[in-house]
């Protein structure tokens, strides 16, 4: 029996309206904080989705989601969310990551389809245990990488499939940033489940993984310089030959770094290949002194084709993250894949416990 007191609806209304079939899905979220609220709520508005329902104990984060979606039913918990099942057709868990596993397996277990931040799982033997529940109770459920739609990579992948860098042999990406001063958050403070193997890790191999196919190896070194748990973060992956997007005849190295106290930020992506290479050398506003390469980029552009001294703008191909959300309808309808298998996400768990292990023997693991 549910608790009244832990469910409020921001109009006065009790009524559970259920969702019309064929329109858009009606997402719960189950955490409102910088995940649920600045990120999963503000693109489910781009995409044109409504949230009628959201999961949070804060004082503050219950207000400001009465603000944002009048009429959205407020819960303390998930399963007071689970009672109101008419309510919502989805449900998002933007939970922190040490909450996962067990919240997936309970939305599993009853039955809802859901949405999964990454990453799924603090580690492989988790994420493994999140897909086979949902497998075994036959829930659908796709996984939040919604890098995949970062305008660089999609301009990326263009290219590779195009064949215009030739045979690459190296992927590098930087994640960097200067803040010396971590946040008092848990994402950077919390040893459980934070620090930037976990948080900007999952983004960077999947990212990897995605263009060049599987990975076989991996050599990592991480260390925490300000925060209890890595704040710097260097993995070097072999993937195998003929792998992802670019099918190049030998086997692809990604080079990958993610770090919070870099005063130089480096260039965000360098591919290299036999016909040339692709270079984008900001991002997001973090600051580099690269910038300076593209203050004659023309509009509509995004990175550049370089050999050598010779550069040509590389125009930038449509799309961005809220494509994530317009993709769950056609998935839980029927007629489209799930955004992310949940497949890819257990084999990037596995490179990264495969990482931990690397930084602490000193040696390449195989995945």
Do not use: C
């Not at 948080?199 to 990212?207: I, R, Y």
């Amino acid at each position: 029996m549910t608790d009244q007191s832990d469910v409020t609806t921001t109009d006065g209304s009790t009524d559970d309206a259920a969702g019309s079939r064929g329109a858009p899905p009606r997402l719960a979220i189950v955490g409102y904080g910088g995940a649920g609220r600045e990120i999963h709520a503000r693109l489910a508005a781009e995409a044109g989705l409504s949230v009628t329902a959201v999961v949070t104990r804060d004082p503050g984060r219950r207000n400001q989601a009465a603000g944002d979606w009048p009429g959205a039913r407020l819960h303390a918990d998930l399963d007071s969310l689970l009672a109101a099942r008419s309510t919502y057709d989805l449900v998002v868990v933007a939970s922190p990551t040490a909450l996962h596993a067990q919240q997936a397996a309970q939305l599993a277990r009853a039955g809802v389809p859901f949405v999964l931040d990454k990453p799924i799982g603090l580690d492989g033997h988790q994420a493994r245990a999140v897909v086979e529940e949902a497998r075994a109770t036959a829930t659908p459920f796709t996984v939040f990488q919604n890098r995949r739609w970062d305008p660089e990579q999609l301009t990326l992948a263009g290219l590779l499939e195009r064949g215009e860098l030739g045979d690459v042999h190296t992927f590098e990406r930087r994640w960097e940033r200067w803040r010396p001063v971590p946040r008092q958050r848990w994402k950077e403070n919390d040893p459980t489940g934070g620090g930037l193997l976990l948080d900007l890790g999952p983004h960077l191999v999947d990212s990897a993984t995605q263009l060049f196919g599987r990975v076989e190896s991996v050599w990592a070194q991480l260390r925490a310089l300000t925060t209890p748990t890595e704040d710097d973060v260097f993995l070097v992956l072999q993937h195998e030959a003929g792998g992802g997007l670019a099918a190049s005849p030998r086997p692809v190295v990604s080079r990958l770094w993610a770090g919070s106290v870099v005063g130089a930020p480096g260039p965000r992506t360098r591919v290299l290949g036999s016909a040339g290479a692709y270079v984008v050398t900001t991002f997001e506003q973090d600051g580099s002194p690269f910038e300076v390469f593209d203050d004659d980029a023309p509009a509509g552009t995004l990175g550049w084709f370089t050999r050598g001294r010779d550069r040509s703008a590389v125009p930038a191909a449509p799309g961005g993250h809220a494509d994530f959300y317009r993709a769950l309808g056609p998935w839980l309808g029927g007629d489209a894949p799930p955004p992310v298998d949940p497949a890819d996400a257990v084999r990037t768990a596995e490179v990264l416990d495969a990482a931990r292990v690397s930084a602490r023997e000193g040696r390449r693991v195989d995945v």
